[in-house]
């Protein structure tokens, strides 16, 4: 070291001791101001200082300036006013002296201004309101003065400006106005220097998008306004300092102060918002958001937190909702009341957490967002599963559609699910095959004091939860489909994945009847796509919801030249179910006269169908009586003689679905049989239905006596006879 410079060293830790002696309760002598303007002379004559020298000096300085009482107690602790006003214009004098020295660092080391604006935190977060308005005063020296100097060739670096931006935001919403106004312009001048910079490495690259536009913010863009904040410094932040600056925000939602609180969590929600896309440690994030929504935190710091959760979901969703679907569940939530209960999920006390319950309900706040949960909830029900998973029930599934049932009370929600709706409705449906096929209610239970699956507890029905999802989608698309399988009784079929099938054709059947054609074409072409899957579930599904959408008849006449041959190749399925499919399809093929020569060359095959159990028989007697109905085939009466050995014993059968089936199925045939002259071999089999449709008429079923049953059969044999 230069000779001549030991003297100015030693005077620096002399004006250091002195100022350390110096009392903090009040300031009775000049002796602190006279050594800071000392050092502040002495800095500009250098040498420079290292890091730990400054660091002293800085915090030797502060601790004995900033932690004096305030103006009022200064000039109070006097009894002699005059005094008092000579302690106030000392510490006036004390503060300038103070600014010198603040200044020559700045000059001497630029490129370390964050690591000094750092010392200051631990007064900017003091409970004194004069010390936190003192520590900013300090900040916003320190950042001017690197403005002013207008030296931008060597870059001012900021390593942690995530944590720098929040630390002066905070105080943006300060409760003492004083703060506030000396936190916004701390802001605007770190905004500047940001600017400045941004724009010296850009130069000869031309003008920048919103270059030279620092006119178009000023100190007062920033007060009490921490979202602006966001959005402007948004795209100054690495990915790592964006993280930092959100994981603080998140530390800072339970602030005692109500102001602080809320703009943490609209600095967090702005910076979302604006870099979503690039925010690393989303897991993280998430987590952390979840545990401070466990508190009670306010309540527009809670609503904040909520808009900053679903922004984040919008951006990153598939990260975010696997978070979310791996806490446990409240499964208590959604009990089901008893067996074989397919009603609306019920509310129900819950101890478990209700952060994740709050974030999804958030989801439905955001169009982007809740169109991108619903893609990914899709594709989550959409999962291939077998029968060998049936050991072990996946609950990820099952949690979907119960976050389902929150949002989709959302508008914005249905908005989303009207643009998803086929492949989002054959989901939930591909779902709800499984777990009834799994039995799934007797898998699952609710702990209600831990909010997790227990053998112990009272059950909960995966099956009444996704039934619930089905009916908000239908709604959602039509709320005539809804109110017409109301009426036909749907929801009350699905008891076990045997009927699945049944009661898909059954909703389907309604849906044909209310829905925009366009809607149906959109559906048929994606269950076309799964007619021959090797999921069975998916297999069933499709094949279903293709029988009995050939009864529309724009959709049945735009597949007409291969429908037939689609559904007559599941005959020979081993699976009743499908043989019963295919039956229905058939069925509503028949209502088309273009097909009946085709169809007519089936009534062979039908007619071994109606020795088959029950419900095979049911609908191969609906598909031959609208055959017969429909046929443009001359010899009618032929066709109907071939059927009547068959049919005659199904009207005394002892199933009654069966019986009552062919009863009206030979009143539909006979009213289409009256309009042509009988002959003698058709007499004949006329007349041995009498009996046994007379033997009907006693029978006590209601049922089997109500026209165009028994009755209609009756009376139409009747009138064959006397026209004789």
Not at 32 to 37: G, L
């Amino acid at each position: 070291m230069n000779m001549f410079m030991v003297p100015l060293v030693f005077g620096v830790g002399l004006s250091q001791e002195l100022i350390r002696d110096e009392p903090l309760g009040r300031i009775s002598s000049p002796i602190r101001q006279k050594a800071m303007a000392i050092i502040a002379d002495v800095r500009n004559l250098r040498p420079v200082l290292d890091a730990d020298s400054r660091e002293e000096l800085l915090v030797t300085c502060w601790e004995s300036v900033l932690c004096l009482p305030a103006s009022e107690g200064l000039a109070e602790e006097v009894s002699d006013p005059s005094e008092g006003r000579a302690n106030v214009g000392l510490f006036s004098m004390t503060m300038q002296s103070l600014r010198s020295l603040l200044e020559a660092l700045v000059t001497e080391k630029p490129t370390e201004i964050q690591s000094c604006l750092e010392l200051l935190e631990m007064w900017l977060n003091s409970r004194n309101d004069h010390e936190r308005e003192r520590a900013m005063w300090c900040a916003t020296c320190l950042l001017g003065f690197t403005v002013k100097m207008n030296n931008f060739q060597v870059e001012t670096p900021f390593p942690r400006l995530g944590h720098l931006v929040r630390m002066l935001a905070m105080h943006c919403q300060d409760p003492v106005d004083g703060v506030r106004s000396l936190a916004a312009e701390a802001v605007y001048n770190l905004y500047r220097i940001l600017l400045l910079q941004k724009q010296m490495t850009r130069e000869t690259q031309g003008p920048l998008e919103g270059e030279g536009t620092s006119e178009a913010y000023s100190p007062h863009s920033f007060y009490d306004n921490t979202i602006q904040i966001g959005k402007v410094f948004a795209e100054y932040f690495t990915e790592i300092q964006l993280c930092d600056l959100v994981l603080e925000a998140i530390e800072g939602l339970t602030d005692d102060k109500a102001k602080l609180s809320l703009a943490a969590a609209q600095l967090m929600n702005a910076v979302i918002e604006e870099r979503g896309r690039d925010m690393i440690k989303v897991e993280a994030i998430v987590e952390g958001i979840l545990g401070q929504l466990n508190k009670n935190l306010e309540a527009r710091t809670e609503e904040e937190t909520l808009q900053a959760m679903c922004s984040l979901t919008g951006s990153n969703t598939r990260a975010v909702v696997s978070v979310l679907l791996s806490k446990p569940w409240p499964w208590d939530r959604y009990r089901c009341p008893g067996p074989g209960a397919h009603s609306a999920a019920q509310e129900a006390p819950c101890a478990w957490p209700q952060a994740q319950m709050k974030s999804h309900s958030a989801f439905g706040a955001q169009w982007d967002t809740i169109l991108s949960v619903v893609q990914l909830f899709t594709d989550i029900l959409e999962k291939k599963r077998s029968r060998e998973d049936a050991e072990e029930l996946d609950a990820q599934p099952v949690a979907v559609t119960c976050v389902l049932c929150e949002m989709l009370s959302r508008s914005l929600c249905l908005e989303a699910v009207q643009q998803n709706f086929p492949r989002l409705l054959l989901a939930v449906l591909y779902h709800l095959y499984w777990v009834t096929e799994q039995n799934a209610r007797q898998k699952m239970a609710v702990s209600r004091e831990e909010g997790t699956l227990d053998s112990e507890s009272e059950s909960f029905d995966p099956a009444s939860c996704a039934l619930e999802v089905v009916k908000l989608v239908l709604a959602a698309a039509d709320e005539r489909v809804v109110s017409h399988a109301d009426d036909l009784h749907c929801w009350d079929l699905l008891s076990s994945s045997t009927s699945f099938h049944t009661w898909v054709m059954d909703l389907t059947r309604a849906m044909v009847k209310t829905c925009d054609p366009s809607l149906l074409h959109e559906l048929m072409a994606l269950v076309q796509k799964s007619l021959h899957s090797v999921d069975e579930g998916r297999k069933i599904l499709a094949r279903a919801v293709y029988a009995q959408l050939l009864w529309h008849p724009s959709v049945g006449h735009t597949l007409m030249p291969q429908s037939l041959g689609t559904v007559t190749e599941w005959f020979k399925d081993p699976d009743i179910s499908m043989v019963e499919i295919s039956l229905r399809g058939i069925t509503n093929l028949a209502l088309y006269p273009e097909l009946s020569e085709a169809l007519g060359r089936l009534v062979p095959y039908l007619r071994g169908f109606l020795s088959a159990e029950a419900r095979v028989a049911v609908q191969a007697l609906e598909g031959l009586q609208n055959i017969m109905q429909h046929t443009r085939d001359k010899d009618i009466q032929g066709m109907f003689c071939s059927i009547c050995q068959h049919l005659r014993p199904l009207i005394s059968d002892e199933r009654e679905p069966v019986r009552i089936a062919a009863t009206s199925a030979l009143g539909h045939m006979l009213s289409r049989d009256m309009k042509y002259k009988l002959g003698a071999t058709m007499k004949r089999e006329l007349y041995t239905f009498l009996v046994p449709l007379l033997l009907n008429m006693q029978e006590e079923n209601s049922e089997v006596v109500k026209p165009p049953l028994a009755s209609s059969s009756v009376l139409a044999l009747s009138t064959v006879t006397l026209s004789l």
